[in-house]
């Protein structure tokens, strides 16, 4: 979730560049932080004592603070996601209903540092549906990859929130199921399973050499539909 949209984004303009032919893959894949990107990593989920952020980091993550409490969610906590070269820092929230985890996200990437509010929820399917403040991903997943993605720059946390709500509703009524309510401390599972599924996606579309490790599923009505 929660950072997972991102990812799409990031490998979107080294592909992009790429196909400009700006550089070749292999000069990304080359650069230290770029590849990275490329590279599938599992979320380390380290704390982060606020007192420890960079100042820009912080104030960024304030400012979605204020928001996010103001629409009822409760802060989880700050980690750091990815350590270097490619840096990624989250503060977590869950929403009053559990049916929601927020993230503010700083993706600290050499040319490519990203800054986002997102956030993401499961459906008794296996569905991961995730709603930030990106441009729509140039990199879609597949149809059976269980991912949906809504991007929607320059609007406020509180429509963002209010679109997420309602995609995972109109979802969740046109597919007879039902979205996960989760306890604060599932941020982890829910963060990985995203993370995993768009690793995957991203692997069969030629973007990763090695798949990222299974999938483990969040409901058991998902065990045969959720990527492996």
């Known amino acids: ?16 560049l790429c196909a400009a032919g700006v550089v070749t893959w292999k000069v990304v894949r080359s650069l230290p ?32 603070t ?3 409490l103001a629409l ?7 980690y750091l996601l990815l350590p270097a070269p490619a840096e990624v820092y989250a503060r977590f ?19 490519l540092r990203n800054r986002a509010c997102c956030f993401s929820s499961v459906c008794e399917d296996g569905m991961y549906l995730e709603t930030g403040s990106q441009r729509p991903a140039p990199i879609p997943p597949d149809a059976g990859d269980r ?13 963002i929130y209010e679109h ?3 995609t995972v509703d109109a979802y969740a009524a046109e597919h007879a199921t039902s979205v996960i309510a989760f306890a604060p401390e599932q941020f982890r599972d829910v963060a990985t399973y995203g993370h995993r599924l768009v690793g995957h996606s991203l692997y069969r579309q ?8 299974t999938v483990e599923v969040l409901s058991p009505q998902a065990e045969e539909l959720v990527t492996r």
């Open 1 to 16: 979730m929660i950072p997972a949209f991102t990812v799409l984004v990031l490998l979107a303009v080294a592909a992009a």
């Open 33 to 64: 932080a770029l590849r990275a990107i490329g590279t599938y990593r599992d979320f380390v989920f380290e704390p982060i004592p606020a007192d420890r952020l960079d100042a820009a980091t912080r104030r960024y993550f304030d400012r979605d």
């Open 66 to 68: 204020a928001s996010l």
């Open 72 to 78: 009822g969610f409760e802060p989880i906590g700050d």
């Open 93 to 111: 929230f869950i929403s009053a209903d559990r049916h929601s985890f927020a993230a503010a996200e700083d993706w600290n990437v050499p040319l």
């Open 147 to 159: 991912l949906s993605f809504t991007g929607l720059p320059g609007e406020g946390v509180e429509r």
């Open 164 to 166: 997420h709500r309602a």
């Open 206 to 213: 030629g973007f990763r050499n090695e798949p990222p490790p």
